[in-house]
């Protein structure tokens, strides 16, 4: 019996929820779905009912959404993502809104994203502020193709850089860095729960407290900032405490702590004195 878009949809909504089941069928055939809807009787090739049931059968078992459909929507944007990467959220384009206040004023800035992933935040600036120099780092190649894939289907200019954290960068200094660094601990249970089970996972944590990476960064952040420059992580919805104290350990000052739509309080900062620190380039 030929399948049509209702059998396929009525068979995939016995494993998973309808909305993901319109959306994975939607991908499939190119059509949205309003397009769905008005076409429920149309037959669908034998090729394609057999992958649309393969990809139900893996939502089924958990595997995101995202990394079936290959895109996440960020800030207005599709991002291309694989299992290689993070998968964007929500909460992370609080960073954004972040650095363009920052930044409105200016007419030209030097951006550093350390931990690039996807590249969805330091695509989104390049787009955001165009006058702006934006500098991305990971450590992970495959994270890097991606963020490079990304960078050219939305015409972005950005420069990417093979590093661990600030390790290969070139000897110059930025007026904005953020980061949004694993910070999950080690042992968590979310680490086990929902789509974290299938994200690269050392894109996740750190393999011990949840602020190692975080401690790394703010220590170094005020060699690599130009006077004045802010530095702003993200972090996890239990760290803003220790984030604010490490932050006042490596003397930054006007530190600031953003809550994300939820009311946690995800993002903190601040910026470097008037003085220069002496170059750390090692």
């Given at each position: 019996?030929?399948?049509?878009?209702?059998?396929?949809?009525?068979?995939?909504?016995r494993r998973?929820?309808?909305?993901?089941?319109?959306?994975?069928?939607?991908?499939?055939?190119?059509?949205?779905?309003?397009?769905l809807?008005?076409?429920?009787?149309?037959?669908?090739?034998?090729?394609t009912?057999?992958?649309?049931?393969?990809?139900?059968?893996?939502?089924?078992?958990?595997?995101?959404?995202?990394?079936?459909?290959g895109?996440?929507?960020?800030?207005?944007?599709d991002?291309?993502?694989?299992?290689d990467?993070?998968?964007?959220?929500?909460?992370?384009?609080?960073?954004?809104?972040?650095a363009?206040?920052?930044?409105?004023a200016?007419?030209?800035?030097?951006?550093?994203?350390?931990?690039?992933?996807?590249?969805?935040?330091?695509?989104?600036?390049?787009?955001?502020?165009?006058?702006?120099?934006?500098?991305?780092?990971?450590?992970?190649?495959?994270?890097?193709?991606?963020?490079?894939?990304?960078?050219?289907?939305?015409?972005?200019?950005?420069?990417?850089?093979?590093?661990?954290?600030?390790a290969?960068?070139?000897?110059r200094?930025?007026?904005?860095?953020?980061?949004?660094?694993?910070?999950v601990a080690a042992?968590?249970?979310?680490?086990?729960?929902?789509?974290?089970?299938?994200?690269?996972?050392d894109?996740?944590?750190?393999?011990?407290?949840?602020?190692?990476?975080?401690?790394?960064?703010?220590?170094?952040?005020?060699?690599?900032?130009?006077?004045?420059?802010?530095?702003?992580l993200?972090h996890?919805y239990?760290?803003?405490?220790?984030?604010?104290?490490?932050?006042?350990?490596?003397?930054?000052?006007?530190?600031?702590?953003?809550?994300?739509?939820?009311?946690?309080?995800?993002?903190?900062?601040?910026?470097?004195?008037?003085?220069?620190?002496?170059?750390?380039?090692?």
């Open positions: 019996m030929t399948a049509t878009v209702a059998s396929l949809l009525a068979e995939a909504r998973i929820p309808a909305a993901d089941a319109r959306l994975l069928l939607g991908h499939l055939l190119g059509r949205d779905t309003a397009w809807e008005a076409h429920r009787d149309d037959a669908v090739a034998e090729e009912a057999t992958e649309y049931s393969a990809l139900a059968g893996r939502r089924a078992a958990g595997e995101p959404i995202a990394y079936l459909l895109v996440r929507e960020f800030y207005g944007r991002f291309v993502v694989t299992s990467v993070l998968i964007p959220r929500p909460e992370t384009e609080l960073l954004i809104d972040i363009k206040e920052k930044l409105f200016a007419d030209s800035a030097r951006i550093l994203d350390l931990g690039v992933g996807s590249g969805c935040i330091a695509v989104t600036l390049a787009l955001e502020l165009p006058w702006a120099e934006v500098t991305a780092v990971d450590v992970s190649a495959a994270a890097l193709a991606v963020a490079r894939r990304n960078a050219a289907r939305q015409a972005a200019q950005v420069e990417f850089v093979a590093s661990d954290w600030f290969a960068l070139p000897p200094r930025y007026d904005f860095i953020v980061a949004n660094p694993p910070y042992g968590d249970p979310h680490l086990d729960e929902g789509d974290l089970r299938f994200e690269p996972r894109a996740l944590t750190d393999n011990a407290d949840g602020l190692s990476a975080i401690r790394r960064i703010v220590a170094a952040a005020p060699h690599w900032l130009n006077p004045g420059g802010w530095l702003f993200e996890g239990d760290q803003a405490a220790a984030v604010r104290g490490l932050l006042e350990a490596a003397a930054f000052a006007g530190i600031e702590q953003h809550r994300d739509l939820a009311g946690i309080v995800r993002a903190s900062g601040g910026h470097v004195p008037a003085i220069v620190f002496p170059a750390n380039n090692q």
